[in-house]
């Protein structure tokens, strides 16, 4: 009996795993955080549910990011991502601790949050078959 090659038992995967479970808690953590932290501001369900739409609108600019992907190396894309959402999720502390953060600030985060995780949703659906080679029976 031949043993089947195990893929999610790699190194890389194992690394890529993590990683990609790390990011979506920090992902997840700022989905709540946001809103809330808006309703904090501003004691206002509506304002708190516009953060929630407008992570939604960033979904508006997925075709150009798609076509950004296909023309771009994905891997160079998936580590640029990563960066770019950890740049903008550094940007929610040191306003606050500052005293600069606002809610039009808070919903110009989520929306490039927004942006920054579907990116990364985009790059991943072209890399993951390029990085682990996955065979049928």
Same mark, same amino acid.
């Given at each position: !009996?031949?043993?089947?090659?195990?893929?999610?038992?790699? +190194? +890389?995967?194992?690394? $890529?795993? #993590?990683?990609?479970?790390?990011?979506?808690? @920090?992902? /997840? !953590?700022?989905?709540?955080? %946001?809103?809330?932290?808006?309703?904090?501001?501003?004691?206002?369900?509506? &304002? !708190? @549910?516009?953060?929630?739409?407008?992570?939604?609108?960033? !979904? %508006?600019?997925? =075709?150009?990011?798609? #076509?950004?992907?296909?023309?771009?190396?994905? +891997? +160079?894309? %998936?580590?640029? /991502?990563?960066? $770019?959402?950890?740049?903008? /999720?550094?940007?929610?502390?040191?306003?606050? @601790?500052?005293?600069? %953060?606002?809610?039009?600030?808070?919903?110009a985060v989520v &929306?490039?949050? @927004?942006?920054?995780?579907?990116?990364?949703?985009?790059?991943?659906?072209?890399?993951?078959?390029?990085? &682990?080679?996955?065979?049928? =029976?």
């Open positions: !009996m031949n043993t089947p090659s195990h893929t999610w038992i790699t +190194r +890389r995967f194992l690394l $890529y795993a #993590t990683g990609n479970a790390v990011n979506n808690i @920090g992902n /997840s !953590m700022w989905t709540i955080a %946001l809103p809330l932290l808006v309703y904090h501001f501003t004691r206002s369900s509506l &304002f !708190m @549910g516009v953060t929630v739409a407008i992570e939604a609108l960033s !979904m %508006l600019l997925q =075709p150009l990011v798609g #076509t950004r992907v296909d023309h771009t190396s994905p +891997r +160079r894309l %998936l580590v640029g /991502s990563l960066f $770019y959402q950890a740049a903008v /999720s550094a940007l929610v502390p040191f306003l606050y @601790g500052v005293h600069a %953060l606002t809610v039009g600030v808070i919903y &929306f490039l949050l @927004g942006l920054g995780m579907n990116a990364l949703q985009t790059v991943q659906t072209v890399l993951i078959p390029l990085m &682990f080679r996955f065979s049928c =029976p």
